[in-house]
């Protein structure tokens, strides 16, 4: 997702608008399909052209075609979903090595869903391939985005002919995956694209899909019953709901940038991003955007206006957004890093640690101790691929051979070829590039008092000039925003090289009368010239009375070299990440301690130029645009 806050102004609007859209240029065939193409269907193969199921003996029509019916998560995903209908191969306008079917499954819950399998051209009858797929919100025919994609650069292309997604048209075609001997496959989530059901972000419905389309895409008769995941952001997180739910056939995973919860992508701690603010609506007119009106099938075309005679997907999926308790009913069902990390899964997965859109707030609790084969990439980026390149093809993440090393991971662990032997974490921080066998390596911890005094709620702060898009924000509009300092720690010059690895705590012993109040902490790295950089921040909300409470940073993977400080400021809010009005109220500091974790053990160092946005960090989005207080 790269919507900004100007997406709040718009998105309100958006869904009804796609819908009343679509209703208007919907040919007059849509929905005129057989009547057997929603019925409890026989297995039939999925590349069968034309193939309709009919209904088993005895079976009766379904009451509302295409009806979702209750959802029970992905452990009711326990045979393979059957086929239900599938359309003639066509060539793929933008790779000519590929044959393009479409193809449509039920899962156990009724819902219908979307794939798009692209295969090698000429495959010879009988033969068996394995399966790289992503189920995403973002592979409409349409366009990724919904109608406000505009606000992203991805406009709605009505003209042309229909053709299969090209959101992952790099890895099919960098990658060479029709010569190599996969298939690719695309499968859109629920409410989504040409699928039915009401939109559920990372909820059980989803987590559904992600099971069901793994163990439909092993059983086809062309597939060999080892299947890959593929995806970044979004639908690097519907890889994790995989992981974590390890249907049969899921032999690997590679999560780029991923989101790692649905509730932490909006919420941190209780304390909500501004993605809060619009983030339900934004994905519910991408669910209310139809397919291409003149050239998808109709079939496609009716799926895709699920939402119309539903508008309850909608509304329901933008509601239940704005809870910000993490243990209520509809966040509860939507966690799955913990059990993600104890997965038998095999997991590539790629994490900036200064990400401004997908944070890695979840990256430890999937990484430390994970006993399934991990690789890694990590360092110091933002919301990017790991083959992005800049205008003169050189890798923004600073580092050659990407594509080379997830073939590598694939052919490994899908085909059975034996590993060229990459390092299992390779990672980039403030020192440069090194290999390690795991992340975080914590061999011991920091204990440090922390800062004391009172902050006050009546006006705004900010932690660096960071902002959306890998950019920084003007020095003179970070400065001026920052009206509160906040209270400080600074600590003792380091005297010699210290690598923080992995979250850091924030124990505080407060006191306040008011409610509606945060607290943000701000870690910085002081370079001897005296100016502050932003390692990580963490955040918790505040509540009346005398009490006690713990939060964690984000983790991050930082070395403050030698002669550098360490400083902790604790202020009311960060402008520039959080969605929060000035209260007027006050919270009492009375004492607060900090716990650093020290990384430590055997690491090599490897090749890697400087990450592109690493760059823009060092010279001016990392900084504190105040005075930093003096020891």
Same mark, same amino acid.
């Given at each position: 997702?790269?919507?900004?806050?100007?997406?709040?102004?718009?998105?309100?609007?958006?869904?009804?608008?796609?819908?009343?859209?679509?209703?208007?240029?919907?040919?007059?065939?849509?929905?005129?399909?057989?009547?057997?193409?929603?019925?409890?269907?026989?297995?039939?193969?999925?590349?069968?052209?034309?193939?309709?199921?009919?209904?088993?003996?005895?079976?009766?029509?379904?009451?509302?075609?295409?009806?979702?019916?209750?959802?029970?998560?992905?452990?009711?995903?326990?045979?393979?979903?059957?086929?239900?209908?599938?359309?003639?191969?066509?060539?793929?306008?933008?790779?000519?090595?590929?044959?393009?079917?479409?193809?449509?499954?039920?899962?156990?819950?009724?819902?219908?869903?979307?794939?798009?399998?692209?295969?090698?051209?000429?495959?010879?009858?009988?033969?068996?391939?394995?399966?790289?797929?992503?189920?995403?919100?973002?592979?409409?025919?349409?366009?990724?985005?919904?109608?406000?994609?505009?606000?992203?650069?991805?406009?709605?292309?009505?003209?042309?002919?229909?053709?299969?997604?090209?959101?992952?048209?790099?890895?099919?075609?960098?990658?060479?995956?029709?010569?190599?001997?996969?298939?690719?496959?695309?499968?859109?989530?629920?409410?989504?694209?040409?699928?039915?059901?009401?939109?559920?972000?990372?909820?059980?419905?989803?987590?559904?899909?992600?099971?069901?389309?793994?163990?439909?895409?092993?059983?086809?008769?062309?597939?060999?019953?080892?299947?890959?995941?593929?995806?970044?952001?979004?639908?690097?997180?519907?890889?994790?709901?995989?992981?974590?739910?390890?249907?049969?056939?899921?032999?690997?995973?590679?999560?780029?940038?991923?989101?790692?919860?649905?509730?932490?992508?909006?919420?941190?701690?209780?304390?909500?991003?501004?993605?809060?603010?619009?983030?339900?609506?934004?994905?519910?007119?991408?669910?209310?955007?139809?397919?291409?009106?003149?050239?998808?099938?109709?079939?496609?075309?009716?799926?895709?206006?699920?939402?119309?005679?539903?508008?309850?997907?909608?509304?329901?999926?933008?509601?239940?957004?704005?809870?910000?308790?993490?243990?209520?009913?509809?966040?509860?069902?939507?966690?799955?890093?913990?059990?993600?990390?104890?997965?038998?899964?095999?997991?590539?997965?790629?994490?900036?640690?200064?990400?401004?859109?997908?944070?890695?707030?979840?990256?430890?609790?999937?990484?430390?101790?994970?006993?399934?084969?991990?690789?890694?990439?990590?360092?110091?980026?933002?919301?990017?691929?790991?083959?992005?390149?800049?205008?003169?093809?050189?890798?923004?993440?600073?580092?050659?051979?990407?594509?080379?090393?997830?073939?590598?991971?694939?052919?490994?662990?899908?085909?059975?070829?034996?590993?060229?032997?990459?390092?299992?974490?390779?990672?980039?921080?403030?020192?440069?590039?090194?290999?390690?066998?795991?992340?975080?390596?914590?061999?011991?911890?920091?204990?440090?008092?922390?800062?004391?005094?009172?902050?006050?709620?009546?006006?705004?702060?900010?932690?660096?000039?960071?902002?959306?898009?890998?950019?920084?924000?003007?020095?003179?509009?970070?400065?001026?925003?920052?009206?509160?300092?906040?209270?400080?720690?600074?600590?003792?010059?380091?005297?010699?090289?210290?690598?923080?690895?992995?979250?850091?705590?924030?124990?505080?012993?407060?006191?306040?009368?008011?409610?509606?109040?945060?607290?943000?902490?701000?870690?910085?790295?002081?370079? @001897?010239? /005296?100016?502050?950089?932003? =390692?990580? %921040?963490?955040?918790?909300? *505040?509540?009346? #009375?005398?009490? !006690? +409470?713990?939060?964690?940073?984000?983790?991050?993977?930082?070395?403050?070299?030698?002669?550098?400080?360490?400083?902790?400021?604790?202020?009311?809010?960060?402008?520039?990440?959080?969605?929060?009005? @000035?209260? /007027?109220?006050?919270?009492? =500091?009375? %004492?607060?301690?900090?716990? *650093?974790?020290? #990384?430590?053990? !055997? +690491?090599?160092?490897?090749?890697?130029?400087?990450?592109?946005?690493?760059?823009?960090?060092?010279?001016?989005?990392?900084?504190?645009?105040?005075?930093?207080?003096?020891?």
């Amino acid at each position: 997702m790269r919507a900004t806050l100007r997406t709040f102004i718009s998105a309100s609007f958006a869904s009804a608008a796609a819908l009343t859209l679509a209703a208007g240029l919907l040919p007059a065939t849509a929905g005129a399909v057989p009547a057997t193409a929603d019925t409890d269907p026989v297995t039939a193969d999925a590349l069968n052209p034309g193939v309709l199921s009919t209904p088993a003996p005895g079976a009766t029509l379904d009451a509302a075609p295409g009806a979702t019916r209750a959802v029970t998560g992905p452990a009711a995903v326990t045979s393979t979903p059957p086929t239900v209908r599938t359309e003639k191969p066509r060539a793929v306008p933008w790779n000519s090595t590929a044959e393009w079917v479409e193809a449509y499954f039920r899962t156990p819950d009724g819902t219908i869903l979307h794939a798009d399998i692209l295969r090698p051209k000429n495959l010879p009858k009988g033969a068996r391939i394995p399966v790289i797929m992503t189920v995403s919100p973002y592979t409409s025919h349409l366009t990724d985005q919904g109608y406000l994609g505009a606000l992203n650069g991805t406009t709605p292309e009505f003209g042309r002919p229909t053709e299969p997604s090209t959101r992952f048209q790099d890895l099919i075609d960098g990658a060479h995956l029709m010569e190599r001997g996969y298939a690719f496959v695309q499968v859109d989530t629920r409410g989504t694209g040409g699928s039915t059901g009401c939109l559920d972000y990372g909820g059980p419905g989803e987590q559904q899909d992600v099971s069901a389309a793994v163990r439909w895409a092993a059983a086809q008769s062309w597939s060999t019953g080892k299947v890959g995941l593929y995806g970044k952001s979004y639908d690097g997180g519907t890889g994790l709901a995989g992981v974590a739910d390890a249907p049969q056939g899921l032999a690997a995973v590679v999560s780029q940038e991923p989101i790692f919860d649905p509730y932490t992508y909006i919420f941190h701690n209780r304390v909500p991003y501004y993605n809060a603010l619009f983030m339900g609506t934004w994905y519910g007119q991408i669910a209310a955007t139809p397919g291409r009106p003149f050239n998808d099938t109709p079939y496609y075309l009716r799926n895709s206006l699920y939402e119309f005679p539903h508008p309850h997907c909608v509304i329901d999926n933008s509601r239940n957004q704005y809870s910000p308790d993490p243990n209520g009913p509809y966040w509860s069902q939507r966690t799955i890093v913990a059990k993600a990390n104890k997965s038998p899964v095999p997991l590539f997965i790629t994490q900036g640690f200064i990400e401004d859109n997908t944070r890695p707030d979840g990256l430890q609790t999937l990484l430390q101790n994970r006993k399934a084969p991990t690789r890694g990439w990590l360092g110091m980026w933002n919301h990017i691929r790991g083959n992005d390149t800049d205008e003169n093809g050189t890798p923004k993440i600073g580092r050659p051979g990407f594509f080379a090393e997830v073939m590598d991971f694939y052919d490994h662990y899908l085909k059975g070829a034996p590993s060229k032997g990459y390092p299992n974490f390779i990672i980039h921080t403030t020192t440069g590039w090194r290999t390690q066998a795991a992340w975080p390596q914590q061999v011991r911890q920091l204990q440090l008092d922390g800062p004391r005094g009172l902050i006050t709620d009546n006006g705004l702060a900010v932690g660096a000039a960071t902002t959306t898009g890998g950019k920084a924000l003007p020095a003179t509009v970070a400065a001026r925003a920052n009206t509160k300092d906040g209270i400080w720690s600074v600590y003792l010059a380091q005297r010699q090289d210290l690598r923080i690895e992995g979250r850091m705590d924030i124990r505080l012993m407060l006191s306040t009368l008011d409610d509606g109040l945060n607290v943000i902490a701000d870690l910085y790295d002081i370079a @001897p010239n /005296g100016k502050a950089m932003l =390692i990580t %921040r963490g955040a918790t909300p *505040v509540t009346a #009375g005398h009490k !006690q +409470t713990t939060f964690r940073t984000f983790p991050t993977d930082w070395t403050l070299r030698k002669g550098h400080r360490l400083a902790l400021r604790l202020v009311n809010t960060n402008v520039e990440v959080y969605a929060h009005v @000035p209260t /007027g109220g006050k919270v009492q =500091i009375l %004492r607060s301690w900090l716990t *650093v974790p020290v #990384g430590g053990g !055997q +690491t090599a160092p490897t090749y890697g130029a400087t990450p592109a946005y690493w760059k823009t960090y060092v010279e001016k989005a990392g900084y504190y645009p105040g005075t930093v207080p003096t020891l």
